[in-house]
């Protein structure tokens, strides 16, 4: 399993069941390529000021598994945001992943938020906010 040095952030709200990915147009595409693949970890910023979200999830991982669709997940545990689901629709999120590195929009944002039919996300998906990729400053 591929494991990268600290990197994107992943902000969890403490009030809702959402959080908010963000990262530079490499980040989001070694992400893309670890949802391709089927498998990835990512240790996660978690010093940065996240408001108004509560806490700094701490890894990413991405699981290849043999199910209907993508469930996303947080361990508040672990700190950890799991996306874990079929190859073919890992693919599906990692193509939106990188059209938010290569938009160039610092306001673009995509939500993947499951619900009941859903094409590639399980109903019960943690919802997560995929905030277009910026470069650093």
Same mark, same amino acid.
């Given at each position: 399993m591929t494991y990268r040095e600290k990197a994107m952030i992943v902000a969890l709200s403490t009030t809702t069941n959402e959080a908010a990915l963000s990262g530079t147009p490499q980040e989001y595409a070694e992400l893309a390529a670890a949802l391709e693949r089927g498998q990835g970890r990512f240790a996660l910023v978690t010093t940065e000021n996240i408001?108004?979200? *509560?806490v700094a999830l701490e890894t990413l991982s991405v699981e290849a598994v043999d199910t209907p669709t993508v469930r996303i997940t947080v361990?508040? @545990?672990? &700190?950890? +945001?799991?996306?874990?689901g079929p190859v073919r629709h890992l693919a599906t999120l990692s193509r939106i992943v990188l059209a938010g590195a290569d938009s160039g929009d610092p306001k673009g944002h995509? $939500? &993947? !938020? *499951?619900? !009941? *039919?859903?094409?590639? +996300?399980? !109903?019960? #998906?943690? #919802? &997560? @906010?995929? $905030?277009?990729a910026v470069d650093p400053a």
């Open positions: 408001a108004p979200y *509560g361990d508040r @545990t672990a &700190l950890d +945001l799991a996306i874990r995509v $939500h &993947l !938020e *499951g619900f !009941e *039919g859903h094409d590639f +996300l399980a !109903e019960d #998906s943690f #919802s &997560l @906010t995929v $905030h277009d």
